[in-house]
Each structure stands twice: as C-alpha cells, then as structure tokens.
C-alpha cells in the first residue's frame, strides 16, 4: 500500500495528484523569476504575473491560455491580454479580459503586481475562493468585473485604493458580509453590481457621496435597515434594484427626484406605507413594486388606472401592465402584486383558460360549448400579440418561457390573456443582458417562446395535445402535422371545428359545404404558421411579429370568403361583434 501510495504521489505523466504538483512547482518557479524580474524588464514581470495565475488555473477547456508560457510570442498577443500602445504603458498588460471561458481555479494575489492594468474581466467561469486584497494595488485600475463566479469571503476594504474604478461587478457570487463603507470614497464610480450574493447589514447613508452613481444592484441578498434618502441625491442614477432583500421603513419620496430612472424594483421586502409620487420620472422603463407592505394609490397615470386593456400578464409575482407615463408617452412596464388588484386579476378568470376549452368538457345551461373556428382564430391572434409586445419590449425583450393553454386564460368577452409570467426571472434577465451586458447564451431567447406558440397553434386546430401517447415514441405533434399538410388537413383538424356553424352562419346545405371548404383552407394556412414558428433551428423560427400579421390576414380573408359566398347571415353585424368581442387587443 506504501508503496502505491509513493507510487502514485511521483507519476508526474499519469493520473492522481500529477496536476496539482505540477501546479505547485511551477508557482514556486514563477515566484522566484517574479522576484527577480522586478529589477528586470517591467514587462518580464507582467509576464511572469501572469504565468503565476496561469498556474491557479486547474481547468481550461477551451485551452484558451494554452499560449500563456509560449516566451517566442509576446505576451500582448496572449489570448485575453491587451497591452497599452504608447507612453508609460506601452508594452504593458492594460486588460485582462477572460470572460466567459469556462475557467476552473483561484483568483493568484500577483494580479495585484499588475499595476498599469485598467480593466479585469473574469465573469462567467467558475472562479472560487476569495477576492485577493492585493486587488487594491491596481491604481489605474478603471473596471473590475467577476460576475457569475462562485467567489467566497468579502468585498476587500482595499479597492478603495483604486480611485479610478468607475464600475465594480460581482454579481452572482456567494460574497458575504456588508459593503465597505471604504468603497463610499469611490467618487468616480458608476456602476455598482452586487446582487445575488449573501450580502449583509445597510446601505449607508454615505452612498449620496457616490455623485456619478448610474447603476446600484443590490437585488437577491440578505441586507436589511431602511433605504436612505440620500439615494435621491444621485441625480445620474438611472437603474435602482433591491428587489429580495429585507429593507424595512417607507420608500423615500426623494425617489421621485430620480428623473433619469429606467428601472426601478423593490420587490420582495418589508417595505410599509405609501408609494411616493413617481409622475416626474420620465424615463422609467420598469416598476417592480409587488410583495412588500405597501397601502394606498399606485401611481395609476402610468396605466390609464390600471385600466383592463393594459394587462399584459400575471405571475407568482403579481400581474404585469403597460402603459405610458403622462409627461412625455414613455412605455412603461409596471408589476404589482396586492390586495387591491385580486379583483381585477380575477376578473378575466370567468371563462377558465384555454385547456379547459380545447380538451374538457364545459357545460352551460346544459349544453357543451366548444371555441368555434373564428373564436379560436382570434384567442390565437389575443396570445401573439401579447407575445409581439414583450418580445419588443425595451430595453430588453421580456421572455414567458411557459406558455402552454393553460397558461392562456379567457375573459367574459372570451379575450385571451397570457398568464404565469416569471416576472422575477425577467428582472433577473433585465439586469443580465441589459444592465450587466451578460450574454446568457442558450440559457433563454424570444425564440422558445416563439416554439411553444408554433406549438400552441397546432394543438389549438388539432385538438391534440404534444404529450399524447400517440407522440411519445415515434413522431411529435409538428411531425403529424407536417405529414398531413397540405392535402389531409381535414383528417387531422379538430372535428368540432368542421361539424359547428360560425357564429351568424345560415343553416342552408349549400352554405354547409362552402363553409367546409373555406373552414379547411383557413385552418391549412393557420397550421402552416404554427410549422413555421416551431422550426427545429431557433434562428429559422416565424417571428411572433410576422406570425401576427400573418393570422389577422387569415382572419380578414376567412371573413371575407363567408361574406362573398353568402355564408353569413346579417354579415356585417356578426363580423362587428366578432372584432369587438374577440379580437379586441389587435395591434
């Protein structure tokens, strides 16, 4: 057993500990050329520098610093390394940009070493341990970003020695304790992104110190005491997020100075009183509100007093609106959630959601009703335009990411609205891809939500549903749609849908079987869109915009086919109702 054990301890090829030893020797050996270096070229030691955190690294599938150590090219043409181009900094590392590699190791103290060096990206690998304190040694140092690590321990006091630092980013850490109140002296700094870590303690008061402040994210942390007024003296601060924490007190009226405020979310705290006048902030893109312990008036100018028409959707987290600030007709997204809005959330619930429709049985004054062709038709058109407009929504689109029939509930007018939307998933998206400027890769898109709808349309006219048993080991439901298309549409189409007259449509036998052949042609095209948004490559899929325009000219064509044909009896007060009723929210 000794004997395996030393075995193993000196295969310096094989497998064990081969790695780590490796690792060790060569930090010794960089160490001590780092030591030297220091009376050498200045450049020698930025590459030794580099070198020595090459070897904290026990993982780089990319093999992105496999030219790192490669002394017959410079290191400015290292994968990651930018060097400056004249004066003082000429040939020395000024960026480290590693983003995004999938890098598995420490962050080595000798960064620290790296004194001309003004930018360091290291977010989106898997970084762990702590924030070295030799951080505070980089004076020059402009950006320092590490989000989406698994970084321990605190926000090292020493940054405040980098007066020139204008954003600092750790978001999505596992940071503990509170925020320096050393960092408040960072008169320079403009962004600071904090959230989703295990941060601790207060925002103090001297935050109104930070004069050039545009973004503060604190969102999804463990921090508590009252939200200081002072945050209203920040008159650059555009995005505000503290959203899942523990503040307790009132929201500051000071907020309402905030004039260049696009983003504003609170939710999800201990927050009591009143909302404070938000009229003056004209810019505001998003308002989260919801789970707090807040009373009174919402700011209702923003959404024509929460009027019906502006309901985009409703999630765990409270029901989303549109609408426009007064002052200058700026969109706004605004999520709440309360005890003042269970009416009206309710109230579009009286015609249960579309599953119910489409696959149960539902009886009134003793007779099964069913979605006619034309209702269906303009739920689908009620659900894509949900959908076009949180897909254009800026500054980011906003995602469903669940969109299925039940999730589409219908109101007393059998207008469709989209419920469950994972409002909180989309500040996290917000704050991602738009304040962060994160990419989160195949993570999320538009173009799933766009799937699910493709999908949607197919159940809606087949009566199928994608997980039948019929579906789950040879073809899919976009399969047996496709094999049917375009000659044996009638085989596969709900039947009721073929068996029911339109609303307003005669009872006579030859109208019976025009209707039949235009009842087809139509649920042919609307069909071939729900093919064409399901496409299996994301980037070839129908955007919700196009499949829009394409449904309303089926509906306006199908119309018109009823009308020519004399299918319609008082045509032109059925199609009235039909657009009132049913297709209310056309865009």
Request: net charge negative; proline share 4%; with cysteine.
């Amino acid at each position: 057993m000794e004997k395996a054990r030393a075995k193993k301890g000196m295969d310096l090829h094989g497998g064990g500990c081969t790695g780590s030893l490796e690792r060790s020797i060569l930090g010794i050996r960089v160490k001590r050329k780092l030591a030297q270096a220091s009376f050498a070229a200045p450049n020698i030691a930025d590459q030794l520098t580099l070198l020595l955190f090459k070897s904290r690294i026990r993982s780089d599938p990319s093999r992105a610093l496999a030219t790192w150590g490669n002394l017959s090219l410079p290191i400015c043409q290292w994968h990651g390394v930018g060097c400056g181009l004249s004066g003082r900094r000429r040939g020395r590392v000024v960026a480290l940009d590693l983003a995004e590699l999938n890098l598995l190791g420490t962050i080595t103290p000798a960064l620290g070493n790296l004194t001309y060096l003004r930018q360091l990206h290291l977010s989106g690998n898997r970084f762990h341990g702590i924030l070295p304190q030799e951080l505070g040694n980089l004076h020059d140092l402009e950006k320092l970003q590490i989000n989406y690590n698994s970084i321990v321990g605190v926000i090292p006091p020493l940054l405040s020695n980098c007066s020139h630092l204008i954003e600092i980013s750790v978001y999505r850490n596992k940071i503990h304790g509170g925020i320096p109140s050393e960092l408040f002296s960072l008169y320079n700094l403009e962004s600071l992104f904090l959230g989703e870590n295990f941060l601790t303690g207060s925002i103090s008061s001297n935050i109104g110190r930070l004069v050039n402040l545009k973004k503060l994210v604190l969102q999804r942390n463990n921090m508590t005491g009252e939200i200081p007024t002072e945050i209203g003296s920040l008159a650059n601060l555009n995005v505000l997020a503290l959203g899942v924490n523990q503040f307790s007190g009132t929201i500051p009226t000071s907020l309402g100075n905030l004039s260049a405020m696009t983003i504003l979310t609170i939710t999800l705290n201990e927050l009591e009183g009143s909302i404070p006048p938000l009229q003056t902030l004209s810019s505001l893109s998003v308002l989260e509100l919801g789970a707090n312990k807040l009373e009174g008036p919402i700011p209702s100018c923003a959404t024509n007093g929460f009027a019906f028409e502006n309901l985009v959707g409703t999630g765990s987290f409270g029901s989303v609106y549109k609408g426009r600030m007064r002052d200058n007709g700026q969109h706004v997204i605004i999520a709440v959630k309360g005890h003042d809005f269970k009416a009206l959330v309710y109230e579009f619930l009286p015609n249960g959601n579309l599953d119910q429709w489409l696959h149960q049985n539902i009886i009134e004054d003793g007779e099964q009703k069913a979605l006619h062709l034309m209702a269906r038709l303009c739920v689908a058109i009620d659900v894509a335009s949900s959908l076009d407009y949180l897909h254009k929504y800026k500054p980011v689109p906003i995602i469903h990411c669940d969109l299925k029939p039940s999730n589409v509930l219908l109101d007393s007018d059998m207008v469709a609205h989209i419920s469950k939307l994972k409002w909180s998933f989309v500040i996290d998206y917000l704050i991602s891809v738009y304040i962060l400027e994160y990419g989160l890769g195949n993570e999320v898109s538009i173009h799933g939500d766009v799937y699910s709808y493709g999908i949607l349309l197919l159940e809606m006219f087949t009566g199928n549903r994608p997980t039948d048993s019929e579906f789950e080991e040879t073809i899919g439901l976009r399969e047996y749609v496709l094999m049917a298309l375009p000659d044996r549409v009638d085989v596969i189409t709900d039947q009721q849908l073929l068996a029911e007259k339109e609303e307003g449509e005669t009872g006579t036998s030859n109208s019976g079987s025009i209707s039949r052949d235009v009842k087809i042609a139509c649920i042919t095209s609307i069909l071939q869109v729900g093919i064409c948004c399901s496409e299996e490559t994301p980037m070839d899929r129908l955007p919700i915009g196009d499949a829009l325009k394409e449904l309303q000219a089926i509906r306006g064509k199908f119309l018109k086919h009823l009308s020519s044909e004399g299918a319609m009896e008082h045509h032109h007060q059925a199609t009235e109702e039909l657009k009132i009723n049913n297709c209310s929210r056309d865009t």
